[in-house]
């Protein structure tokens, strides 16, 4: 069986931003997430110092986890203007618990005021797990 790949690209979208994401499981997916809408906003670190912070994302379900966890990276883009690139995810039965590093941002291009639940729904392929998400910019 051929490794499953992981990814993100931008799609059109009328108002907002929107990104098809893939990737083998939802820990990657939600990875890959992250990466994909630092990337939209043009997001770039300082090289020092670097941060870490932990917290936990309630898993009811892929979508409202996937969305909280995205938020919750904007609130610290917003209120302390930090970004990540080193995400430790791990996904509990009812948890996703997220040990990330970054740094301060730098630079950002457009920024993304917040992660919506519109036409959201994270599917299951024969490659592993699909997801659309649009951003509210």
């Not at 994909?36 to 932990?54: H, W």
Request: glycine share 4%.
């Amino acid at each position: 069986m051929a490794e499953v790949k992981s990814g993100f690209r931008e799609h059109e979208h009328t108002a907002d931003w929107e990104l098809e994401v893939w990737a083998p499981n939802l820990v990657a997916l939600c990875e890959q997430a992250a990466r994909g809408m630092y990337a939209l906003s043009g997001i770039c670190l300082a090289d020092k110092p670097r941060i870490q912070r932990k917290f936990v994302i309630p898993a009811v379900d892929s979508e409202q986890m996937l969305v909280k966890f995205l938020n919750e990276l904007l609130f610290y883009s917003e209120q302390y203007r930090l970004g990540f690139d080193d995400f430790r995810l791990r996904l509990d039965e009812d948890e996703l618990t997220a040990e990330i590093n970054g740094a301060t941002i730098a630079h950002m291009d457009k920024e993304i005021k917040a992660v919506t639940y519109h036409n959201l729904k994270v599917n299951q392929t024969a490659d592993g797990l699909v997801v659309r998400i649009v951003f509210d910019v």
